[in-house]
């Protein structure tokens, strides 16, 4: 193996230590490495304070400029691509991206690649693109409400007005839309579905309840509960505290992408009711599963907090 000191670099690597060094004078076959305060090595720039700036800004004005051609693509000032376009530049631009950020956090928290992106973003307590798409589809909703009050001429308002014009809808009426959803849409969707839905006990079992809007701030906290509030069981002890008395309550949902509508199924087996309770609760606005299956758990726990204090 030969070295080549035209492709060599010395750095002085000194996080902590602030002494002054005189110049490294290093030589490879009889030519000068050149000294730097910066190496780029297998990918990863290296600095000599060791705090990785550079490579932040260097992978930040990557993602940047991806950004700004997607923009650019996707926006309505753009060339307006088909879906094949749009399938062909999320399988070559973004999901790559996000393979690498799952790999990565399943390498940094432990556990095996094969674990769930939702589960991974869990445990690391990072909320994944959807509910940040979603929280900033509301902040946005919320911005121009508020601005079409107190400044009508802002631009916000004037979209605002715009929307609330060409969405607003008689009741009775039913529409189909097969264009792209906007920003203000998929927020109003949002904030109707993240409604909790009202039960009535008075049904009988197998029979089908089409929900009503009712809503629940805080579930209190149930006084047959084995545990203390706020503690969080094993699951051994979880087992452990069911008897015969014990009220069980399945939850489970399914949805449909596309047009985002889906089921939301309870089934609860009470001992001191003869038959099991079964539900069907339909739910708007929910466009994967794993939003259907928390809008079930949200749901079954406020039939708890309703019906079993």
């Given at each position: ?10 750095i002085k690597l000194r996080q902590k230590n602030k002494r002054k060094y005189p110049p490294l004078s290093l030589h490879l076959v009889d030519a000068k490495i050149p000294e730097t305060n ?189 545990f203390q509030r706020w503690s969080v069981p094993t699951p051994s002890q979880i087992l452990a505290s069911l008897d015969e008395n014990c009220v069980v309550v399945f939850a489970d949902a ?56």
């Amino acid at each position: 193996m030969l070295m080549s000191p035209d492709k060599s670099q010395c750095i002085k690597l000194r996080q902590k230590n602030k002494r002054k060094y005189p110049p490294l004078s290093l030589h490879l076959v009889d030519a000068k490495i050149p000294e730097t305060n910066q190496v780029k090595y297998l990918g990863l720039i290296m600095d000599s304070q060791l705090n990785y700036r550079d490579h932040i800004n260097y992978v930040y004005g990557k993602a940047a400029r991806k950004l700004g051609y997607l923009t650019f693509l996707c926006s309505y000032k753009g060339i307006r691509p088909s879906l094949s376009v749009y399938n062909l530049l999320y399988k070559t631009i973004i999901r790559p991206n996000l393979e690498i950020q799952r790999i990565a956090m399943c390498r940094i928290l432990g556990v095996m690649q094969i674990t769930a992106y939702d589960t991974v973003n869990i445990i690391a307590q990072m909320p994944y693109l959807e509910l940040r798409r979603q929280e900033e589809e509301l902040k946005l909703f919320q911005r121009c409400k508020i601005f079409s009050d107190r400044f009508p001429n802002h631009n916000l308002s004037q979209a605002y007005q715009l929307w609330k014009r060409d969405h607003d809808v008689q009741p009775g009426k039913r529409f189909c839309w097969l264009g792209k959803l906007s920003s203000l849409s998929l927020a109003r969707i949002n904030i109707s579905s993240a409604e909790l839905e009202g039960f009535d006990i008075t049904l009988k079992s197998g029979q089908t309840h089409i929900c009503t809007s009712t809503h629940v701030s805080v579930t209190p906290h149930s006084t047959k509960s084995p545990f203390q509030r706020w503690s969080v069981p094993t699951p051994s002890q979880i087992l452990a505290s069911l008897d015969e008395n014990c009220v069980v309550v399945f939850a489970d949902a399914s949805t449909m992408p596309n047009p985002g509508i889906g089921w939301v199924g309870l089934f609860i087996q009470d001992q001191s009711l003869s038959n099991w309770l079964e539900f069907e609760i339909p739910i708007q606005g929910i466009t994967t599963s794993i939003g259907s299956e928390i809008q079930a758990i949200k749901i079954a726990l406020e039939y708890v907090a309703k019906n079993y204090q």
